[in-house]
């Protein structure tokens, strides 16, 4: 069993930066994947990054490219979402989640979820 607390967010102008972080308590952190998704109003649930265990592979959704670095240490049992160069279109709840699947880009891959945590944007 994982838990899973956020911590960081708030409300930005368009073109700043914030750092979101994920910290995990319970057994076997460093076994897991970490990912981050957003939920904006009104729309599902998306795939943001992803890390693997070791933190030595990274995925993004091509949206946030160049933008976004998420990173873990697992010494520390947290995962990290660095944002910058923020938009408007970045307006979301973001979540951190463990997986034990492949099946990373996929909510239902994921088999425990953080609290949620606002992130605003504005121009």
């Known amino acids: 069993q994982v838990q899973l607390v956020q911590s960081g967010g708030g409300s930005v102008q368009a073109g700043g930066s914030l750092r979101l972080s994920c910290a995990a308590s319970?057994?076997?952190?460093?076994?897991?994947?970490m990912g981050w998704f957003r939920q904006a109003p009104g729309k599902e649930r998306e795939f943001v990054s992803v890390?693997?265990?070791?933190?030595?592979?990274?995925i993004y959704v091509d949206s946030v490219k160049g933008r976004f670095t998420i990173s873990r240490d697992n010494a520390k049992n947290t995962v990290y979402l660095q944002m910058n160069s923020l938009n408007s279109e970045d307006t979301a709840v973001y979540y951190c989640?463990?997986?034990?699947?492949?099946?990373?880009?996929?909510?239902?891959?994921?088999?425990?979820w953080g609290q949620g945590t606002q992130v605003t944007v504005s121009s």
């Open positions: 989640a463990a997986t034990g699947s492949s099946s990373w880009a996929e909510v239902w891959g994921y088999d425990y």
């Open positions: 319970g057994r076997g952190f460093s076994d897991y994947a």
């Open positions: 890390i693997s265990w070791s933190g030595r592979s990274t």
